[in-house]
């Protein structure tokens, strides 16, 4: 078997120190540590831009924009929601709430805001390094071109664009 894959290689002029890597159609997003560690704040409502999970809790709908933030909807008339705000959080994809505490991803970060406030911005804690880097969207793992050793040092990846 091992001579059937050396004359593969040497047929395809692969060598065993080629890269096998595919090539991803986007570029990641940097943030700083410093940065990532302010960036959740409350904006004015805007509209969606890549909108992902839904979440309904009482009479507000929260809707994530993919590693945007988080849209906030008055839905206290169902007949007629309105969008009140927009929590900045960048690299979000997910969130739930409890007791009046919205938790979210802030790319590797979790954080959890005080919805009791609403709408001040209160962060109740932050749980650094939880949850891994996002992967760009036509790929599951990160390009090692993009790896944090060949970026500028103390940054995370919070989104992918074209």
Known sequence: MPLILLALCLLTGFSVNDKFEPETQY?????????????????????????????LYGDTIFI?????????????????????????????MDLAVKKSVLYADNAVDLVAINLKVYPQISILDRVSDVFPEPTPPDLDYIPAVFSSNKRPKNTVIVGWVK
């Open 27 to 55: 570029q990641p997003l940097l943030l700083s540590r410093t940065d990532l560690a302010g960036s959740v704040f409350f904006q004015p409502a805007r509209d969606f831009t890549n909108p992902g999970k839904i979440y």
């Open 64 to 92: 994530v924009d993919l590693y945007k933030g988080i849209h906030v909807i008055d839905n206290s008339t169902p007949a007629t929601p309105r969008k009140t705000s927009f929590i900045h959080i960048p690299g979000v």
